[in-house]
């Protein structure tokens, strides 16, 4: 699977973003996605898991209630909502794809996008 991210830019604090996740290569529909993010100096985190059908979805506790995580497979892509954003926030951040749910560990994912960088100012 060939993961490419789109959509980050520079926002300002309590603003909303969306980054887009277009797959192609196998059948996208066959694997759980992720978001994962890394900021300047600081290890990859995971932010946000979605099931293979978009039924399930799992955040990490300082993004939950402010993230949505969604999929449209009918175009191959994943989605990652993001309101009320905080300089915090800002980072590189990637999407993933495994044959396994939830994706929350950074070792061990089976399919890497390139980031794409959100910048929040205060």
């Known amino acids: 699977v060939q993961l490419q991210a789109s959509g980050g830019g520079l926002v300002q604090a309590g603003g909303s973003l969306r980054l887009s996740c277009a797959a192609s290569?196998?059948?996208?529909?066959?694997?759980?996605a992720g978001w994962f993010r890394q900021a300047p100096g600081k290890e990859r985190e995971f932010v946000a898991t979605?099931?293979?059908?978009?039924?399930?979805?799992y955040y990490q506790d300082s993004v939950r209630g402010r993230f949505t995580i969604s999929r449209d497979n009918a175009k191959n892509t994943v989605y990652l909502q993001m309101n009320s954003l905080k300089p915090e926030d800002t980072a590189v951040y990637y999407c993933a794809a495994d044959s396994v749910y939830p994706v929350t560990r950074s070792d061990g994912v089976g399919y890497w996008g390139k980031g794409t960088q959100v910048t929040v100012s205060s």
């Open positions: 290569g196998r059948t996208f529909s066959n694997y759980a």
């Open positions: 979605t099931t293979w059908s978009g039924t399930s979805t």
